[in-house]
């Protein structure tokens, strides 16, 4: 199981970037009770609504607006666990997200690829994310693997079982999923179990985990919802994950944003936590500034860089692990 060295610990060597302040994180905090308390979030699925209203929150059944209150969401941060292990089918590859230990996996998403013997940029196949699984499987650097692209010559309707089954099969290490919706979640856990010789075997080392994205700004919608409440049910670990654009889908400073975007995780967070108290989730980020030139995400910038360090000082903040976009 691999214990990885830390970050941002007040230590003697090495170099911290503290973006955030303790009152600045608490300021952010507070505002953040205050836009899930009195604007609220849009919850597009029934079942997620019903999960609100049974608990306390106020629920508006036409609009679809849950407002929250600060009890509901500070225990559910209490709740979830700090600590969370991922497993790989190979135990040399288990990794222990907790404090500041920092892993690294690839990007995820590619939607055209370089063919490596031709040079044609082209639309990615199956049989491309089975070589990527083994180059990311191969490399020391890479702690878990993440679906690099996803294949476009399946069924795009079921196409996340089709990029599971390719990745699955073709690492030992720790898998992560953007599974599309619930039900497609729970095939992926039934190959998953598959592997690991049945279901009680996979919780006892879940080889997967799932991620899923609010749509900025303040909205689950229902697969969303289905992703956040099967992973919870299931026990295995659900990042978060928001893409807020500051400039576009959220406020263009830093402190807007973050509250924006800590709104739609925390609003995911108790959505998990009154599913199933104690379920694993991780506070995730791909949120940058928008390219006010071009109308588009701005990666690899400084603005990214900025953005996911505040976002993981805000994960430690709450004591959960965390995972931010490269920048």
């Given amino acids: 199981m691999k214990r990885n060295l830390h970050a941002g610990r007040s230590l003697n060597a090495g170099l911290s970037l503290n973006i955030l302040t303790d009152d600045e994180l608490e300021e952010i905090h507070l505002g ?6 009195k604007t609220g979030l849009f919850i597009e699925d029934g079942r997620a609504l019903d999960c609100f209203e049974n608990s306390g929150a106020r629920v508006d059944r036409q609009t679809k607006i849950v407002k929250i209150p600060p009890v509901l969401v500070e225990d559910a941060i209490r709740s979830a666990p700090s600590k969370v292990i991922l497993a790989g089918r190979d135990p040399r590859h288990d990794i ?16 055209m690829i370089n063919d490596p013997y031709t040079g044609e940029n082209r639309e990615p196949t199956k049989q491309d994310l089975v070589h990527a699984a083994r180059v990311i499987d191969y490399l ?33 290490k720790h ?27 996979l919780m006892d ?16 919608i229902t697969d969303c919802c289905e992703i956040i409440m099967e992973s919870a049910k299931s026990g295995v670990a659900c990042n978060i994950l928001s893409m807020a654009m500051a400039g576009g889908t959220s406020p263009v400073t830093l402190a807007g944003t973050l509250v924006t975007h800590n709104a739609e995780i925390l609003g995911g967070l108790t959505l998990s936590q009154l599913t199933r108290r ?31 360090g505040a976002v993981a000082r805000l994960a430690r903040y709450y004591a959960l692990p965390s995972y931010v976009a490269g920048g």
């Fill in 140 to 172: 020391p650097e890479i702690d878990f693997c993440e679906k690099a692209i996803g294949a476009h010559d399946v069924p795009q309707e079921t196409v996340p079982l089709h990029n599971a089954e390719a990745f699955l099969t073709n690492t030992t």
């Fill in 175 to 201: 898998c992560a999923f953007g599974p599309g919706n619930g039900y497609l979640l729970n095939k992926i856990l039934e190959m998953a179990a598959a592997i690991a010789g049945g279901f009680k075997q």
């Fill in 205 to 220: 080392r879940p080889l997967v985990s799932f991620a899923t994205c609010p749509i900025s700004p303040l909205k689950l």
């Fill in 96 to 111: 222990v997200l907790e404090s500041t230990r920092v892993h690294f996996t690839n990007f995820s998403e590619g939607v």
């Fill in 32 to 37: 953040t009770l205050e836009i899930l308390e």
């Fill in 278 to 308: 104690g379920a694993p989730v991780i506070y995730g980020s791909s949120t940058t500034a928008m390219d006010l030139k071009l109308a588009e995400a701005s990666v690899g910038t400084p603005e990214c860089a900025l953005i996911s």
